[in-house]
């Protein structure tokens, strides 16, 4: 079992920056792949990117590529993501997720409970 507890999220003006966190419990932290989703309202959960439970590859959608960078830290438990040059249309709901390396929803097991992020132009 891992709970997942998103952190880190807030309001910005268009062009800035935002590090998103997330916080796992449990030993087993190291053995899964950890991936970013975002759920704009009335739109459906989207892939934003995800690491290797190794740490060693990311994979990013197009939108996030060269703006958003994933890490994680083994010590702390804990998964980031760094938003830079973020704009209006980044504004929604971010979940992290452990499971597979996937950019399917469905290929994680475990969720956390989301926080917002709002980007004003």
């Known amino acids: 079992q891992v709970q997942l507890v998103e952190s880190g999220g807030g309001l910005v003006q268009a062009g800035g920056s935002l590090r998103l966190s997330c916080a796992a419990s449990?030993?087993?932290?190291?053995?899964?792949?950890m991936g970013w989703f975002r759920q704009a309202p009335g739109k459906e959960r989207e892939f934003v990117g995800t690491?290797?439970?190794?740490?060693?590859?990311?994979w990013y959608a197009d939108s996030a590529k060269g703006r958003f960078t994933i890490s994680r830290d083994y010590a702390k438990n804990t998964v980031y993501l760094q938003m830079n040059s973020l704009k209006p249309e980044d504004t929604a709901v971010y979940y992290c997720?452990?499971?597979?390396?996937?950019?399917?929803?469905?290929?994680?097991?475990?969720w956390g409970q989301g926080t917002q992020v709002t980007v004003s132009s």
């Open positions: 690491i290797t439970s190794s740490g060693a590859t990311t």
């Open positions: 997720g452990a499971g597979a390396y996937s950019n399917n929803r469905s290929r994680y097991n475990y």
């Open positions: 449990g030993r087993t932290f190291s053995s899964y792949a």
